[in-house]
């Protein structure tokens, strides 16, 4: 029993509602919001700390033991996300202020911000299927209040094909948690783990295991169900779209690898073999749309599918050494994600328009915005030695290891046309002629928003650089999780 | 503005209205060990008040009840994590709860237990929540006359 598994939700949940309280005071709650999210990262990270050195951290919540009880199970895969979450978070949070109007802090934007951050620190570290449910809910209600926060036609037309998509794939999950309760008279993760291998008839349980993936992979817009997702990503204010792209999406995938390693590994050949397929459709048709436009926003959110796929890829191939990859990739495209939808918002900001046709010879006028998105371009398409790279490179690794040569093939074209699709923005929009500053007034407001994507990249390089470093940490992560007996005997003490 | 004939609506509701209230009390209070708790009985609070705001019109209530619903949101809320939170403090695991019995004047022996405090923190929520929909759009139409 350790209370420190529940900090992560609390403390944002806490934040969220003080500053609902005194939501008027925009300056007061700017910097309230801005002192409990560096606390809170810190708290994060020092609970990091404590289950690196301790392993995992079981809370069962209300003192109520483990498979009736509902429990958080703090072990390295959530709090590993956890903290990544809480990084672009406090980046987020000193973005804000910048981007947003005051109308737009005054309703509860803050309140709505904090929420978001609980739900998805909630759905990484929950045992329990159901509550995981609860808190894609309490994820998605914030991001519901977070999308239509400004009032535009376009946003509301958005916002309603999000509402339903979500409510749709929310209604499938509960249905589809019904489904396996009466198949194994729980709903509790670990004991589901148990319980699946001791059921005789295992086609029902694929069944299931596929109905889980169609939730998940609508929450995470895998293949054929990622048509929502682009456009209502960029209709929000930059911020908003820096969370959901970096937050929203990751948060699926996670449910995946979760759950396709801990329960559903009984039928490898045929649900695995599903997902390499999937990705690599993924990447292509993700990799195409992110081409297809000249809109510098819709690029980016393009840009989340292909990174999908890669990580689908990961788990598709189900070997240590690509799950390792899926993990590493996780982290790093959050982070990336979220700078790159930070930096866009500099640049239209800067720029006045997010046409790329539009625009030109920026970087004369912004050298140090051209130069980090020219950074994170690389860092996105994995070019050595950034953090895109080493995922990358084990994701490969494992691919070949497993004699998958087309998901390999197909991998190395879609980072080939990912790097593609953001250098032509670098060129179109940063270099050329140096033309007249079309709005001369905003560069000390554009500076203000660099630091905080400054500190997401070099988050980014760190993770890049210091592979070495980090990489026993998903190495162990990966081990962790291809042995679900560890999570099995750790939640259940048997 | 045409004064409407509503004195049948005005004299059912103050009986129902009364009724309703009650009834969503004890509903609240039976709360934790038996059918009831704080989501149920707020809905029932909020249909009271929906209908004396149908009965008697949006200004008058705004007199008797001058309260901003959006404001009962937050209270509610954090009472609810506050009565989580309370755990902490005694080593137990978060939204562990406990109970007791007292001798209270009136009642007699009376058990008191902090799911109670928790439920009410739903019960100010959910109050909250629903009169905030439901004003919200109510008022959304008398703007655009």
Not at chain 1, 15 to 24: L, M, N, W, Y
Not at chain 1, 339 to 355: K, Q
Not at chain 1, 436 to 448: S, W
Request: aromatic letters at 14%; proline letters at 4%; glycine letters at 8%.
């Amino acid at each position: 029993m350790s209370n420190l598994a529940a900090l992560p939700i609390i403390l944002p949940l806490l934040a969220g509602i003080v500053v609902a309280f005194i939501h008027k005071k925009t300056k007061i709650v700017r910097i309230l919001s801005q002192v409990i999210s560096v606390v809170n990262l810190i708290a994060v990270a020092w609970v990091f700390l404590q289950v690196q050195q301790n392993g995992s951290i079981i809370l069962e919540t209300g003192g109520w033991a483990a498979p009736y009880g509902i429990i958080l199970v703090g072990d390295l895969l959530s709090m590993t996300l956890v903290l990544t979450t809480n990084i672009i978070a406090v980046a987020c949070v000193f973005f804000a202020p910048q981007s947003l109007s005051k109308h737009q802090e005054e309703y509860y934007f803050y309140s709505f911000f904090f929420l978001l951050v609980a739900g998805v620190s909630g759905a990484f570290l929950t045992g329990d299927l159901f509550n995981l449910f609860v808190f894609f809910e309490v994820l998605l209600m914030a991001s519901y209040g977070l999308i239509v926060l400004g009032n535009g036609k376009v946003q509301l037309r958005e916002s309603i094909k999000y509402v339903l998509i979500n409510l749709f794939s929310s209604m499938l999950f509960v249905t589809t948690i019904a489904f396996l309760y009466s198949v194994v008279g729980t709903v509790n993760m670990a004991q589901i783990a148990v319980r699946v291998q001791e059921v005789e008839q295992q086609g029902i349980l694929t069944t299931i295991g596929i109905l889980f993936f169609f939730v998940f992979a609508t929450k995470a817009a895998v293949f054929p169900l990622y048509y929502w997702l682009p456009r209502p990503y960029i209709s929000p204010n930059p911020v908003v779209s820096a969370l959901f792209g970096a937050l929203l999406t990751k948060v699926g995938i996670y449910s995946i690898l979760r759950t396709f390693t801990l329960m559903f590994n009984q039928d490898v050949q045929l649900t695995h073999t599903l997902f390499i397929y999937l990705a690599a459709l993924t990447m292509l048709f993700g990799v195409i749309g992110a081409l297809s436009t000249h809109n510098v926003k819709l690029i980016i959110a393009y840009n989340i599918i292909p990174a999908v796929g890669f990580m689908l890829m990961g788990i598709g191939i189900f070997s240590e050494v690509s799950i390792s990859g899926t993990i590493y990739y996780l982290v790093h495209d959050m982070i990336i994600k979220g700078a790159l939808f930070l930096l866009v918002g500099a640049l239209v900001y800067v720029a006045g328009t997010s046409d790329l046709r539009k625009m030109g010879g920026l970087i004369h006028h912004h050298p140090v915005l051209g130069w980090m998105f020219f950074m994170a371009s690389l860092v996105l398409a994995g070019i050595p030695p950034f953090s895109g790279f080493i995922g990358k490179l084990l994701l490969l690794r494992g691919g070949l290891a497993q004699d998958e040569l087309m998901i390999v093939i197909v991998a190395l074209i879609s980072s080939l046309l990912i790097l593609f699709s953001m250098i032509r923005i670098f060129i179109r929009g940063f270099w050329g002629e140096k033309t007249e500053n079309p709005y001369p007034e905003r560069k000390r407001k554009a500076a203000k928003m660099a630091w905080p994507v400054a500190i997401l990249l070099s988050f980014s390089v760190l993770l890049g650089v210091g592979a070495e470093w980090f990489y026993p940490t998903i190495q162990s992560i990966a081990e962790y999780l291809m042995d679900p007996q560890i999570y099995i005997d750790s939640v259940l003490k048997e | 503005m045409t004064r409407t004939n509503d004195i049948i609506l005005r004299t059912t509701t103050t009986l129902i209205a009364f009724i309703l209230l009650g009834f969503s009390i004890y509903l609240f209070f039976a709360g934790h060990n038996k059918p009831g708790g704080g989501f149920i009985g707020g809905l029932m609070t909020s249909a009271a008040f929906v209908l004396m705001y149908m009965a008697y019109g949006f200004r008058s209530l705004q007199k008797i009840l001058p309260i901003n619903f959006r404001f009962v949101i937050p209270v509610g809320l954090i009472i609810a994590v506050a009565t989580g939170i309370g755990s902490f403090i005694f080593g137990e695991p978060f939204l562990s709860q406990t109970f007791a019995y007292f001798q209270l004047p009136v009642l007699g022996k009376t058990e008191l237990a902090t799911a109670l405090l928790f439920d009410l923190g739903v019960y100010l929520t959910v109050i909250g929540v629903t009169m905030t929909i439901i004003l919200t759009i109510a008022n959304d139409r008398g703007e655009e006359r």
